[in-house]
């Protein structure tokens, strides 16, 4: 049995080549649906009446036809709903320690594939916590899932292609897309230009984009960053200040505008969910690219753990193409070391995926340089700026902590202020807080701060009773 956390493209690539390749799989997922992050469209009873039609999200039409396969293949079992809350290893047997309506249980497996994927990165600004603020990701999953528009003026901004699909989504559906501000320069394309001949279809998927804006008289500017989001007397986003920003993202004078808004949608690019691969003590690193910390993975995608491999996000950040195609080599890799054993033809093909993935983090390596998050967002921030939301630690407290307490790293930041000790227990803050930290010490942060920083025993908040009340469930059958 080889169980895969994570049901979206990287795990549903996985459990398709596993099963291809003779074995039981299950995936667990946490949601109620298959698609991960990417393919979030459509509540499930209106599926059907999108099939075959190119409307909404082209997209969806590909994330169809592999969810619809992953659950009508016999080797495949997937609990649905079903959160990992902690995971362990002892004497070379994993257990799963999972939830599902409220109920812990475990269960082991032989051969583990971890595609828990990347949630959105939030950089905090002068009123990044007044209502009608929200990641990109948000917007998009609101319009994906649930045909919710995130406002009726909406500004989009930030940094990263992220931003067109959800700029052009939101077009798309009527809504009004009234700022669109790109933080980067595209000169800093010119050093990747071969990259970028290379991958071609994103070229074109980029000029799809434009095309939106262009139909909908929608400017994409770049060198803006939203650097202020102002409340109304209500407390209610009411607009944004904008301003121009040089390659570092420090603010050009004179250039702040505000514009009038009644939800704006920021993204700040990606962070690698990595809470069960610290469980399991599977060796990380900083991803020099983008400074996040990722899962270390062989040509194989095998973890420094064995029998424990890792696709997708959570090895760095780079696409759903590229997730797929690491989900690909995790499932083939996996069911042969337990005993699969592969055709003429299944080499060739391994070798041709390991071709693909080559030049797809290629790709994702230029993206993360083109769309870095550059220092001087730090000098956005007024001594009030909270940095961590859910303990309502300013940034004055952390300075203070830092000038005042001799707090030197992000563990005893922690200690003197509570800063990521909340309900997300700084899955939010805690890259900010390093980054602050080593502005306000003159020292750089070690590689260890960010691997500690990320490093969470409970990956889901659990109950003490459901522990109390834990039973084994290995052979059980959620299916569906
Ligand atoms: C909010 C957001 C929106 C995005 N939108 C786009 C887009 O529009 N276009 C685009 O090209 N790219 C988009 N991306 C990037 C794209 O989604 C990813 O490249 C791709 O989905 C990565 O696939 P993955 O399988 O690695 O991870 P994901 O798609 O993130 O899938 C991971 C899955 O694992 C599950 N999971 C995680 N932890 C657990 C656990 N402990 N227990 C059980 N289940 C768990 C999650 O519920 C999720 O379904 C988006 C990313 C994010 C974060």
Same mark, same amino acid.
């Given at each position: 049995m080889i169980t895969i956390i994570g049901g979206g493209p990287a795990g549903i690539a996985a459990a398709l080549a596993a099963a291809r390749g003779g074995e039981r799989v299950r995936i667990i997922e =946490? @949601?109620? *649906?298959? =698609?991960g992050q990417y393919w979030r469209h459509l509540p499930e009873e209106d599926e059907e009446r999108w099939v075959g039609q190119e409307k909404l999200h082209d997209d969806f039409q590909e994330g169809y036809q592999l969810r619809l396969e992953v659950l009508r293949h016999p080797n495949i079992e997937i609990l649905f709903n079903t959160h990992v809350w902690h995971a362990e290893i002892a004497n070379d047997q994993i257990t799963l320690n999972i939830v599902r309506d409220s109920n812990s249980s475990q269960l082991s497996t032989e051969a583990l594939i971890l595609a828990t994927g990347a949630y959105d990165r939030s950089l905090p600004f002068p009123g990044w916590d007044i209502p009608g603020v929200m990641t990109a990701g948000a917007a998009q999953s609101l319009l994906? =899932?649930?045909?919710?528009?995130? =406002? *009726?003026r909406v500004v989009v901004a930030g940094t990263g292609p992220f931003l067109m699909p959800v700029a052009s989504g939101l077009l798309n559906d009527g809504v009004a897309v009234v700022g669109l501000f790109e933080a980067n320069r595209i000169s800093r394309w010119i050093p990747f230009t071969y990259v970028v001949l290379a991958n071609f279809s994103k070229v074109l998927l980029a000029r799809k984009y434009m095309r939106d804006f262009s139909v909908h008289k929608v400017k994409f500017k770049r060198g803006h960053a939203v650097v202020r989001a102002n409340a109304g007397p209500d407390g209610v986003l009411r607009s944004v200040t904008v301003a121009k920003v040089d390659r570092k993202f420090k603010v050009k004078m004179a250039t702040e505008r505000e514009i009038l808004c009644d939800a704006l949608a920021i993204s700040w690019g990606f962070t690698p969910d990595m809470s069960i691969a610290h469980n399991l003590g599977i060796e990380q690193h900083l991803d020099v690219n983008d400074g996040s910390v990722v899962v270390v993975v062989d040509e194989c995608q095998q973890t420094s753990v064995n029998q424990v491999f890792a696709a997708g996000e959570v090895t760095g950040i780079g696409g759903s193409e590229l997730a797929m195609t690491e989900g690909e080599i995790a499932g083939m890799t996996s069911a042969r070391t337990l005993g699969a054993a592969w055709s003429v033809e299944e080499e060739e093909h391994f070798k041709g995926l390991v071709k693909k993935r080559a030049a797809q983090r290629r790709f994702a390596r230029a993206l993360s340089q083109v769309y870095g998050v550059q220092?001087? #967002?730090?000098? #956005?921030? @007024?001594?009030? @700026?909270?940095?961590c939301r859910c303990e309502e630690v300013s940034i004055a407290d952390i300075q203070n902590a830092v000038h005042n307490l001799g707090a030197t790293n992000i563990r005893s930041t922690k200690l003197f202020t509570r800063v990521g000790m909340g309900l997300c227990q700084g899955r939010t803050c805690s890259r900010s807080v390093i980054e602050i930290l080593s502005k306000e010490s003159g020292v750089n942060a070690e590689v260890e701060d960010h691997l500690s920083a990320a490093k969470r025993q409970i990956v889901h908040p659990i109950s003490l009773g459901m522990i109390a009340n834990s039973s084994s469930v290995e052979d059980s059958h959620h299916n569906h």
């Open positions: =946490g @949601t109620p *649906r298959l =698609g994906k =899932g649930s045909y919710v528009h995130a =406002g *009726r220092a001087n #967002w730090m000098e #956005w921030l @007024t001594p009030e @700026t909270l940095i």
